[in-house]
């Protein structure tokens, strides 16, 4: 079981994800042709694998991303790789504090930017539970439902 988010059009969906993630993919029309990514935590690669197989996208995403790197090092980044891959892994271990700090902003400046549907409750209860300590960082053992934030939190970074 893998916690990963969608965008359909303007809107986020975050997903628990069993074996039909493909099939998911197909019913709610995401593909890289309609801009819709899929945002995957990196430290999960048997999972992108399989993933990234169902969808046809090359499985050497290691070596591929290790090529962009190289060739392209002024501007790879993950808008980089949103331009150029359809299931994007995104490094928490690079980003975390980035993406709490804009998802802290995309929920309160100017009384927020986001909207959530009150039937997530497990949403609204994580949003509600997390807490940073203080140094930028999410505190996972105090937080509820710290897979579906961190979800949360890959969804959001290219709203600006």
Known sequence: MA???YTLGQISVSITIHK????LLDEYGITFDSRCRVFVDSANPSFIRALKEGVDEDVNY???IAFMKKSYPSVYDLQFLHENMFVILVPFSKYHKEMLAHTKEMLEFRNGYVAINPKFTQLVTALRAAVEN????????????????DSFRMSLQFWH
Do not use: I
């Open 62 to 64: 290691v070596q591929l």
């Open 20 to 23: 039909p993630t493909v099939r």
């Open 3 to 5: 916690q990963n988010q």
């Open 134 to 149: 203080g140094e930028g960082v999410l505190d996972k053992e105090a937080t509820s439902h710290d897979d579906l934030f």
